[in-house]
């Protein structure tokens, strides 16, 4: 039986770069997004197109971010969906392949950003479970210094995406993908976590904060209720919403102050488990697809 045609809309490079620009965005900012290609309807050129439209939107001094997460670098102990057999844990440590941000394929993020990282001239930050890549002037400066034992905390991209005053372009994609709200989170009274996963010189365990993005919808329905920052508009069939990563996270921080306690904080040991969620950007516990 034949498919049925798309419903559409049909989007284009130019359709997209134009209704970016009536939602606002600025050419030369730094522009964080979080995306879903399918949200958008039927795009012709798919992926390609979507980071051409966004380029074109933010001009040649503008500089685009995404999350480029790997996820499945950590404990096979941890893994649930699916788990696999325990005999096998040992094996799984010593032959899994170092994060290399060159090779590496992102997981769970969606088929944009990891166009955005095979893209001519991008860059790519070196923690080997939550990475960024990017592609800009001001690459150097959002990726530059990532360090190893600290997946989105101060010493991440998402603290220089503070500083540098970019924004978040959520693309199709909810407020549960949001990777700035963990920024908050390490400002805020955190469990910390063994979290094991291979390295260069083989299977290495480290001491992070403790992230989940659970809760973190209701975190954004509350965020956009009370702050008149988040514009609101349609790219696309996709709903899009842009924000200050700034406001974001300092919004966060009072808000998981207030209703998230220590104890409620689940004690993650996985590694950074993003990439085994199917939306994108989200970190949830244990889960692996």
Same mark, same amino acid.
Request: aromatic share 6%; hydrophobic share 35%.
């Given at each position: ?92 440590? %010593? ?5 290399? @941000? $060159? #090779?590496?394929?992102? =997981? ?5 950003? &990891?166009? *955005? ?66 920024? %908050? ?5 955190? @469990? $910390? #976590?063994?979290?094991? =996963? ?5 299977? &290495?365990? *480290? ?79 244990? =889960?692996?697809?």
């Amino acid at each position: 039986m034949p498919k049925p045609p798309p419903t559409g809309p049909l989007v284009t490079r130019e359709t997209l770069a134009g209704e970016l620009r009536e939602l606002g965005v600025r050419s030369g900012e730094i522009l964080l997004v979080h995306s879903s290609l399918s949200a958008l309807g039927w795009v012709c050129g798919g992926p390609v197109a979507v980071v051409q439209g966004l380029l074109d939107a933010l001009g040649p001094d503008g500089t685009l971010v995404v999350p480029t997460q790997t996820g499945d670098l950590s404990d096979p102990a941890v893994w649930s969906n699916p788990p696999v057999p325990e005999d096998w844990w040992d094996t799984i440590r %010593a032959t899994m392949p170092a994060y290399d @941000p $060159l #090779v590496t394929p992102s =997981r769970g993020v969606g088929v944009i950003p &990891e166009t *955005v990282r095979t893209w001519p001239g991008a860059r790519r930050s070196a923690h080997p479970q939550t990475s960024f890549a990017a592609t800009g002037p001001r690459a150097h400066a959002v990726l530059d210094g990532h360090a190893p034992d600290c997946r989105l905390g101060e010493h991440s991209p998402l603290a220089r995406l503070e500083a540098l005053h970019a924004r978040v372009l959520l693309l199709g994609a909810g407020y549960d993908t949001c990777t700035s709200f963990h920024l %908050a989170e390490y400002r805020v009274p955190s @469990p $910390l #976590v063994r979290v094991g =996963r291979p390295g260069p010189d083989g299977w &290495e365990v *480290v001491t992070e904060v403790s992230i989940t993005s659970d809760r973190f919808d209701e975190l954004g329905y509350d965020f956009e209720r009370d702050e008149a920052v988040v514009v609101r508009g349609k790219v696309g069939a996709a709903d899009a919403r842009l924000f200050p990563v700034a406001d974001a996270v300092r919004y966060a921080q009072r808000w998981l102050t207030l209703h998230r306690s220590r104890e409620d904080t689940p004690q993650i040991a996985l590694g950074g488990d993003p990439g085994g969620d199917p939306a994108p950007g989200r970190l949830r516990r244990g =889960r692996r697809t």
